[in-house]
Nanobody, 124 residues
């Protein structure tokens, strides 16, 4: 059973930066595509960024493109989300997810394992 645990959330001022981390255990991390999703109060969970198992392919939501960067360190079984130029619209609970099948996907149903989330709050 794969477990993923997010960390790094917190309170930041608008224009600031945060780096989220997601540590995976219990499986072969290097073969999983990984994704970050977020959910704000009253809104549906949405795709933020994804990365394939090699790290050679990434995908971003239009709303974060150019501001967020996803990366992974397979030696550490960890995926990161560097978030820059944060604005209040980025405030949400951020979830890390692992996909055990081939291919990078943006749909939440395509991911098999989920963390409990980490809160990101952006003050204006």
């Amino acid at each position: 059973q794969v477990q993923v645990v997010e960390s790094g959330g917190g309170l930041v001022q608008a224009g600031g930066s945060l780096r989220l981390s997601c540590a995976a255990s219990g499986g072969t991390f290097s073969v999983y595509a990984m994704g970050w999703f977020r959910q704000a109060p009253g809104k549906e969970r949405e795709f933020v960024a994804g990365i394939n198992w090699t790290g050679g392919s990434t995908s971003y939501a239009d709303s974060v493109k150019g501001r967020f960067t996803i990366s992974r360190d397979n030696a550490k079984n960890t995926v990161y989300l560097q978030m820059n130029s944060l604005n209040p619209e980025d405030a949400a609970v951020y979830y890390c997810a692992a996909r055990s099948r081939i291919g990078l996907r943006r749909e939440s149903f395509a991911y098999d394992y989920w963390g409990r989330g980490t809160q990101v709050t952006v003050s204006s």
